[in-house]
């Protein structure tokens, strides 16, 4: 972090979302998501692009980079929960079965635990494909800014608990 | 994990690299970085976009989504060390400083530990940007299929200890 104005709330109980506030979001994870974060990061990892190689491989056919199915995680964050402004200061993520273009993946969000004296919150990170499975499962602890939560409309679809 | 073909082999040496072993890979951050990761995953964050918001922020600037950043090491360990057939068995991450577009920043894989059973290396990551601070820092398992392996060739830039 930069130097920044000086935050002078008291509290950050309209940043920082009660333990138990859930929230979720869906999207369909395509090949084009798989090119885009190849240009993103020069990851050509042939698992995401050659058939017959990911055929005889154990994953048995093209799967995405982990790295676009963790980042439902970081749409959540952002968009919902905690809301705009968040950023994620450490993830812990266990990546435990392959996700596949053309597969919807749902990614959920728990609050595990706020501090009242910085606008942290712990989450709890669940990624899902639409058979159910647990393709991610881990937890996150987010930093949102006073600011941008304070400028921002926060009409999350958090349910509280 | 789907069912796959067994794996015969009777030693992972091939696939596991020596404990010691470093990769780095460098990239230049930017805006349209910033826009792929958000077509990827819908993160809309305005700390990404109002650059207004951002300078009034923590944030000071624009900054790239963390997912960005820590996409070069999917990269570094698909493309180098381990190498083609790799992929994230688990990820911990710390992101310690924001990232603007136009930075170069390297990310950086050390072999921490290899299992002669199993495919499975386990890496510290760390990502740095071009004034040498660590932007982010932790470790990674990871996994790499050893069909994938052995069909492709394996010219990396890995430097042995």
Same mark, same amino acid.
């Given at each position: 972090?930069?130097? *920044? =104005? ?6 950050? *109980? #309209? ?5 138990? @506030? ?11 998501? !798989?090119?885009?974060?190849? *240009?993103?990061?020069?990851? %050509? ?14 994953? $048995?056919? !093209? ?20 809301? =705009? ?10 990546? +435990? *079965?392959?996700?596949?273009? $053309?597969? #919807? !993946? ?9 501090? %009242?004296?910085? =606008?942290?919150? %712990?989450?709890? @990170?669940? !990624?899902?494909?639409?058979? $159910? &499975? &647990?393709? +991610? ?10 600011? &941008?939560?304070? %400028? #921002?409309? @926060? ?7």
């Amino acid at each position: 972090m930069t130097t *920044a =104005p000086v935050d002078r709330s008291e509290s950050h *109980a #309209t940043t920082t979302p009660a333990v138990g @506030t859930r929230a979720r979001r869906s999207r369909q994870v395509t090949s084009a998501d !798989i090119e885009r974060f190849t *240009a993103m990061t020069g990851d %050509r990892n042939p698992v995401h692009y050659d058939p017959d190689l990911a055929r005889a491989s154990r994953f $048995g056919a !093209i799967i995405v980079q982990g790295g676009v199915t963790s980042g439902l995680l970081n749409a959540v964050v952002a968009e919902q929960l905690p809301g =705009p402004g968040s950023v994620f200061l450490e993830t812990r993520w266990n990546y +435990l *079965a392959p996700v596949r273009p $053309g597969q #919807t !993946i749902t990614a959920e969000v728990l609050v595990l635990g706020s501090r %009242r004296d910085k =606008p942290v919150t %712990r989450l709890r @990170t669940t !990624i899902t494909d639409d058979d $159910g &499975v &647990v393709v +991610l499962d881990g937890e996150a602890v987010v930093w949102r800014d006073p600011v &941008v939560a304070a %400028r #921002t409309a @926060t009409e999350h679809a958090a349910v509280q608990p």
